[in-house]
């Protein structure tokens, strides 16, 4: 039954009862029209089992169900393994979804900033800051909130934290040093400097969800680790010598560097001049060059890919560079599925459409709009609306939506999403 937590009190809701009228006589039974009742009864019985033989069960009504309610500062909250682990700033807790029980609470005596989840190790990790005493890192359980270890976090940037692995990265500028650690005991399984001045990736690996470490230095170096145990699986130098021009007030040079997949692309214009290089990764090997072409940040966008530079958005052949299509109205696009990107617009108060990947043809405006997975927010004053795919018509379904939330923070984790609100609690909605 979903919970409201409210000042440390839940209310269930009540079930109707149905009424009798026992005043009135009860009518004569009339044989013929008895037997013609219970032959239409038989036929209904015998279809309704059909129908549960052939489907299954009844189809789950769709909609947003409010499931749980915590109505006090909350410093970081994240979904996970069925439950909601949340962080107050003296407290961390874990809630058990949908029914929006407590499962249990460890508290801190320093203030907590933040926390992360390692489902594959039942590991939850917690970054709290004391007064003049630096930052710290604890790993607790997730089942049970006990402490697991801790230890000093100064100048440490969690990178990312699962398959049982916490991967941090200290030191910034010309040299940093990444570490992979044990999630669970906090044991150092490998540690390497690496000049990341120039990019560090690819994206997956921010989600635990990369093989190897891509670090590109300022002047090209490149070094590919794996992730498991940090070796070298390959290594190189894009040769980056980038030169400036007497007029300083508009840029002339500009470098990005990307990994898709197994590429790495990289964008440049120099003296006006642009150029877009493939690479594959390993080993390190040019495979194609375009020039004159669209400058910016490279993504997947499935039959094309995406090249940004915030002012427009083109998309350009996988196998050569070349522009298959320009959307000016459009600053940055990446894929939704299969056939269709998510893109925002270039003003301040972005707006958002879905567009068609193989035309770059828009396929439909969204208004204010946040894409979260599958899922999309829609803003529209004080009021937020969830759209969710609907596979019978390939286009989007609204399945509800939310008062006050503030959208621009909200995520998404499994079936449930969550979202602080201007009121100051913050709210999760189970997605059906």
């Not at 039942?122 to 697991?148: C, E, I, K, M, W």
């Not at 044990?182 to 044991?187: A, C, E, H, V």
Request: glycine content about 12%.
């Amino acid at each position: 039954m979903p919970t409201r937590v409210l000042a440390g009190h839940a209310e269930p809701m009540a079930a109707g009862v149905p009424l009798i009228d026992l005043d009135r006589p009860l009518p004569v039974p009339d044989p013929g029209s008895a037997r013609t009742r219970m032959r239409s009864a038989l036929l209904l019985v015998a279809l309704v089992a059909i129908l549960l033989a052939l489907g299954g069960a009844a189809p789950a009504r769709h909609g947003l169900t409010s499931v749980l309610t915590v109505d006090e500062p909350v410093t970081s909250a994240e979904l996970g393994a069925g439950s909601l682990f949340l962080a107050t700033p003296k407290e961390v807790r874990r809630y058990a979804l949908p029914a929006g029980t407590r499962v249990w609470t460890t508290s801190s005596e320093v203030s907590v900033q933040n926390l992360w989840v390692d489902e594959d190790a039942g590991v939850v990790l917690v970054l709290a800051s004391g007064d003049g005493d630096g930052d710290s890192l604890t790993a607790l359980d997730a089942g049970t909130g006990r402490q697991l270890w801790s230890r000093p976090a100064t100048d440490t940037l969690v990178i990312t934290l699962s398959r049982g692995g916490l991967l941090t990265q200290t030191g910034f500028g010309e040299v940093a040093r990444l570490t992979l650690d044990d999630s669970r005991t906090g044991r150092r399984l490998w540690s390497r400097e690496v000049d990341p001045a120039g990019f560090l990736g690819p994206d997956e690996m921010y989600e635990g969800r990369s093989s190897m470490i891509v670090a590109v230095g300022a002047t090209g170096s490149v070094v590919v680790l794996s992730y498991a145990d940090g070796s070298v699986l390959a290594d190189g130098n894009l040769e980056l010598t980038l030169r400036t021009t007497a007029d300083h007030s508009v840029p002339a040079n500009f470098t990005s560097v990307s990994v898709v997949g197994d590429k790495l692309y990289l964008s440049r214009r120099v003296l006006g001049r642009a150029s877009l290089a493939a690479y594959s990764v390993r080993p390190l090997a040019e495979l194609w060059r375009s020039e004159g072409g669209p400058t910016g940040t490279v993504t997947d966008c499935g039959p094309v890919l995406c090249v940004a530079d915030t002012r427009w958005v083109t998309g350009v052949d996988p196998a050569g560079g070349g522009v298959r299509w320009e959307q000016p109205a459009w600053g940055v696009a990446y894929r939704y599925d299969g056939r269709r990107l998510f893109a925002y617009d270039n003003q301040e108060d972005a707006r958002a459409a879905l567009l068609d990947a193989g035309t770059g043809r828009v396929l439909r405006t969204l208004g204010q709009s946040r894409q979260l997975g599958d899922l999309i927010l829609r803003s529209d004053g004080s009021r937020t609306f969830v759209t969710v795919p609907d596979p019978a018509t390939g286009d989007l379904r609204t399945v509800g939506a939310v008062t006050d939330a503030a959208w621009f923070r909200c995520q998404v984790g499994g079936d449930y999403l969550i979202c602080p609100t201007l009121r100051g609690d913050t709210s999760v909605w189970r997605v059906s």
